[in-house]
């Protein structure tokens, strides 16, 4: 079995990213015992419409505000590598990243309609998913066609902590204190934070610094 640094990643829109993703990122790491967190900002969930969305540039300095001085490497990776699609990210950074083992972490209103992303079950045999509750999205989640596929595969979060054997497909269920907190809320608070974020990046953030911020360089 491969053995290596583990490191979770969690795909976002991040429109923008706020203290609940800091906070379930901080918990999950302890939980899976992971040696490190992406924040993969997306240049677009193919899923979610392009009206409302800020530019990626912009998206990014929220992530990077919103992690600031916890163990989080924020990165749109997804823009460099050409990838949109979850399932093709996820082949490039094995590809790139051969010794590094990958978690991808999200929260229950994704774990609702997984069965819509693109080739679900493929991303599902590629690494394991670690799901956080969130409130009010459990019970569609529980109900979802994804959750009927992997509940005979669940593992516990202690065979991650602990360096126990372990395979995908595999479904990590995290239970935390839920945090209500949501990019929707924010935009529901702020109608025009999209908008006022929609102008050009400052004079100094080369695009290099956009995709990624150095510590994530390929494996040797
Ligand atoms: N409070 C939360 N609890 C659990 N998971 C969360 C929470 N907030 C965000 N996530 C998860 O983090 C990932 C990125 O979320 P995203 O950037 O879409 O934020 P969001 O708050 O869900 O945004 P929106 O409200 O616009 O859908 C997703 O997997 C999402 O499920
Ligand atoms: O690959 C897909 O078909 C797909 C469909 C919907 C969402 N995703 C990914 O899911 C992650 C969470 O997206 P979001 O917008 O809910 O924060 C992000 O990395 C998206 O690229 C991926």
Redesign the pocket.
């Known amino acids: 079995m491969k053995r290596g640094p583990i490191t979770g990643l969690?795909?976002?829109?991040?429109?923008p990213?706020?203290l609940?993703?800091r906070?379930?990122t901080l918990f999950a790491q302890a939980a899976l015992g992971l040696d490190e967190v992406w924040w993969l900002v997306s240049p677009g969930?193919p899923l979610k419409p392009k009206k409302g969305m800020a530019p990626l540039s912009a998206r990014v300095r929220s992530a990077k505000a919103a992690s600031r001085r916890a163990p989080i490497k924020v990165t749109a990776i997804e823009r460099e590598l050409g990838t949109r699609y979850t399932v093709d990210t996820l082949r490039a950074l094995k590809r790139r990243y051969p010794h590094r083992r990958f978690v991808w972490?999200?929260?229950?209103?994704?774990l609702a309609q997984f069965h819509r992303w693109r080739n679900w079950r493929q991303i599902a045999r590629e690494m394991p998913i670690a799901v956080?509750?969130?409130?009010g999205y459990d019970h569609a989640a529980v109900a979802s066609p994804a959750m009927a596929w992997l509940r005979d595969h669940r593992l516990s979060p202690a065979r991650l902590r602990n360096r126990g054997e372990w395979s995908a497909p595999a479904l990590i269920e995290l239970r935390f204190d839920?945090?209500?907190?949501?990019?929707?809320?924010i935009?529901r608070a702020d109608p025009d934070w999209a908008e006022d974020h929609a102008g050009p990046p400052p004079r100094d953030e080369v695009t290099h610094s956009l995709i990624h911020d150095g510590h994530t360089g390929a494996d040797a």
């Open positions: 969690l795909g976002g829109s991040f429109n990213a706020h609940g993703h906070r379930i969930n972490l999200m929260g229950s209103d994704n956080i509750a969130r409130p839920p945090d209500p907190r949501s990019a929707t809320q935009r």
